[in-house]
């Protein structure tokens, strides 16, 4: 069915794509006959059919697939970049290009022992380079191979321009955020709703006095009470992670656990929040924080972190910083080592290529200038081949 | 010593001259001169109406000793510097003064300044009538004397060579290509300026008269023996384009051709090395320039040179910066781009980017606050009570 839908976007696509071509004066109807002929040639260069990330590889490189529509929603509730979820909207699909960065990332997925301490994988690149989409990239892949991905979209949400901050009933020196915990648990039920029937509880909760879940049930009945009582759930936020932790490397019903974090420098670095007598209130006294750090030490086995640095987002952090370094700072340095760094680049000139002939493909630059020679050399310059530079540059053309 | 501290007003040469010639040469000799005391053509514009400044307020021999001061004060200043009196020139006293008398004063006009008479004492006509009423001038009565009497001069001298056209037919010796006058280079005098000649008011109609009689004078094939009085009332042409310094192009040590160049705005200087290696980047003081200039139109600045002349992925730059805001340093640096790449460029294109205008410093700075006012134009809020 996707299939069928596929094709027939792509040859209304080719119907488009070859008056831009040729002499790019309106659309000229031309027999059926010519479109088949021409169809490859043209749709190479910059898309493929390969739309399932583990049969990806270096030849797809600088290519667009198309995540299935289907997948989009359960994969993808909360973890794009907001500009391209508009242009996903805007463009009625969403095409990724592959890069090199994120089949990196998967073909150590695929080589890893998963018997082993898990392995941790950072993401780093100047600002605008692609991290956030090259760890999307990854989470699909996840995905579809069927692990249970925990996806948190921006750790730095968590650590600042929080409205309530409850002091925690379980450890009386943290703090609680319940309104950002009891989105993540809503849209973590949404990515995984296959496994949370699957997965039993190995321990009970007691979280009232009334209130307690027992060994045995569950995660689903865990995730809809800390979805619906949000006074507690961070606390159930942390008694998830603790579970999955446990139970990821498991011999009987194992399934395989991707810790997926965005901004993970979050996490190290100050908070802007504070405490009733106007003190700031450190990383470590946010419950939150303090079980996804648990998380992302490598003490469990059964799966894989991977994490971006983010400066956009962060905190403090000077706007030239973009190496681990810097970013995550001495603590979070030492907390994350060892891990295996991915660069992320710019746009290199056949991927730059074919973003420009994606855009013009989705006639998304209008201006007629743009078309020609000296208008692509014009979008180089002035967006020295940066994703979201170029992005931003191409919306008002 | 004649420091003149010119605001005094004294008269002039014309009461002496009247004095001196009979009636036949006047007219020649007032206008000579008069002419012996023109200023600057840039000081034409700036000069208020000299013939109704009123009757003069300096006096001859006041204006006389001014001027022997001046010299005397001239050579005394050759002395204390210890250069040679006879051949101390306008540019050595200026230089002199700036020295001996150091002004912080930002305004040229209120420094100390020592010049000759003639250029701080303004023209004024002096009185044109004797003392028992009757003027001395013959065409006093048509308002316009000294320009009556020039178109007259002009027209005797048309009439004088075309009789001597008529004698050389008459010889014989007519020929149509006589040497002409040169007019490549010069130009008219300015309404302004012949008014300032003529310490006259004149209408757009007598100048427009006044130049189609020299006009009818040039016509005529034998008006070269009136060369110098037509010159007197033309104007070089101020030389195009202050020649840009086009600096060869340096060669490093691996043969690839580079060059510097240098530019200002406001108060950001910027300075750019421009190799030409064949790749797109940019580096200024050490970032990139995509996170130095995060504004796309200070981006568009830098590109505007390179896009202009069509070679926008052949150099390589490295800039440095500093000084004014994000938008003078992009426009310091692409002056800077702009003259670093003259060196790449042949001749007409070096014209079409003086003609685009990135060959030109813009000159705006900050306008100075005034008191009373809340800024430089706007002013305090204005209440009715």
Redesign the interface.
């Known amino acids: 069915m996707a299939l069928h839908r596929l094709s027939f976007r792509l040859r209304q696509t080719v119907a488009q794509v070859r008056p831009l071509h040729g002499s790019g004066c309106g659309q000229q109807q031309e027999a059926v006959g010519m479109e088949l002929e021409t169809r490859p040639e043209t749709l190479s260069i910059f898309r493929t059919q390969e739309n399932d990330p583990a049969c990806q590889s270096e030849q797809h490189l600088g290519q667009y697939y198309t995540v299935p529509p289907s997948h989009f929603h359960t994969v993808f509730p909360h973890g794009l970049p907001p500009r391209y979820q508009q242009q996903v909207k805007t463009f009625n699909e969403g095409c990724v290009m592959v890069r090199q960065p994120a089949l990196e990332l998967i073909s150590h997925l695929k080589r890893a022992d998963y018997s082993k301490p898990t392995m941790r994988y950072l993401l780093y690149g ?2 605008g380079s692609g991290k956030t989409m090259s760890l999307c990239h990854t989470v699909h892949y996840c995905s579809t191979q069927g692990w249970l991905v925990l996806h948190i979209p921006d750790a730095h949400l968590w650590v600042k321009n929080c409205k309530e901050l409850l002091p925690s009933s379980y450890h009386a020196s943290r703090f609680d955020q319940p309104i950002q915990a009891s989105n993540w648990l809503r849209n973590f039920r949404t990515t995984n709703e296959h496994f949370l029937s699957k997965i039993k509880l190995r321990q009970r909760y007691v979280w009232t006095k009334r209130e307690s879940t027992e060994e045995g049930r569950p995660l689903g009945e865990l995730v809809d009470m800390g979805v619906s009582r949000v006074k507690s759930s961070s606390d159930v936020v942390g008694a998830v992670l603790k579970e999955l932790r446990l139970q990821a490397g498991g011999t009987e019903g194992g399934f395989r656990l991707a810790v997926a974090v965005d901004g993970v420098n979050g996490l190290w670095g100050r908070t802007t929040l504070k405490k009733e007598d106007k003190s700031p209130v450190a990383p470590e006294e946010l419950t939150l924080v303090h079980n996804l750090r648990k998380m992302i030490n490598n003490d469990w086995c059964g799966g894989a972190v991977i994490a971006t640095l983010s400066q956009t987002g962060s905190l403090y952090a000077p ?2 910083a973009y190496l681990p370094q810097e970013l995550l700072g001495e603590e979070g340095f030492d907390s994350m080592d060892p891990f295996v760094p991915v660069p992320v680049s710019l746009y290199s000139e056949k991927e730059f290529e074919s973003c420009y002939l994606y855009y013009l493909d989705r006639h998304w630059l209008q201006h007629p200038h743009s078309r020609t020679e ?1 208008g692509k ?2 979008l ?5 081949r ?1 994703p979201s ?1 170029l992005e931003r ?1 191409c919306a008002f053309l | 010593m004649a420091a003149s501290s010119g605001r005094t007003v004294g008269s002039f040469l014309w009461k002496c001259g009247n004095f001196c010639f009979n009636f036949n040469t006047v007219s020649s000799n007032l206008t000579r001169q008069v002419l012996s005391r023109q200023l600057c053509v840039s000081a034409v514009f700036h000069r208020k109406n000299l013939a109704a400044a009123g009757p003069e307020k300096f006096s001859e021999e006041f204006i006389k000793k001014q001027v022997e001061e001046f010299n005397i004060g001239k050579r005394h200043l050759a002395n204390m510097m210890g250069e040679d009196p006879e051949t101390f020139t306008q540019g050595d006293i200026d230089r002199s003064i700036a020295y001996l008398f150091p002004s912080g004063l930002f305004d040229n006009k209120a420094k100390p300044l020592m010049k000759h008479p003639d250029e701080v004492f303004p023209k004024q006509r002096a009185v044109q009538w004797g003392a028992d009423g009757r003027p001395f001038h013959f065409l006093f009565y048509t308002g316009k004397q000294s320009y009556y009497s020039l178109m007259h001069d002009t027209f005797t001298k048309a009439l004088a060579v075309e009789k001597h056209q008529d004698r050389l037919r008459g010889k014989g010796l007519f020929t149509q290509d006589a040497k002409q006058i040169s007019l490549v280079g010069s130009r008219w005098l300015l309404k302004e300026e012949l008014e300032e000649l003529l310490v006259e008011t004149i209408s757009d109609h007598d100048y427009a008269r006044f130049i189609q009689l020299m006009e009818r004078l040039l016509s005529l094939p034998y008006c070269s023996a009136e060369e110098d009085f037509v010159q007197r009332y033309r104007r070089q042409l101020e030389i195009q384009s202050s020649k840009q310094q086009v600096q060869p192009l340096q060669y490093d040590q691996h043969g690839v051709a580079y060059s510097t160049g240098d530019g200002r705005r406001k108060t950001a200087t910027g300075t750019v090395l421009l190799r030409d290696s064949g790749s797109g980047s940019i580096s200024i003081n050490g970032t990139n320039y995509v996170h130095y200039f995060p504004v796309l139109q200070d981006r568009e600045q830098l590109m505007f040179p390179l896009h202009f002349m069509g070679v926008l992925g052949r150099f390589d730059m490295q800039c440095s910066v500093s000084g004014g805001g994000h938008s003078s340093q992009a426009g310091a640096l692409r002056l800077a781009i702009s003259r670093a790449m003259l060196s790449f460029l042949s001749e007409g294109q070096v014209e079409t980017m003086r003609q685009a205008g990135l060959l030109t410093p813009d000159p705006r700075i900050k306008e100075r606050k005034k008191p009373g006012q809340e800024g430089a134009r706007r002013k305090f809020t204005w209440k009715k009570r």
């Open positions: 100047v600002k706007s030239s000296e050399k014009e180089i310059f002035l967006s020295n940066n530079v540059l």
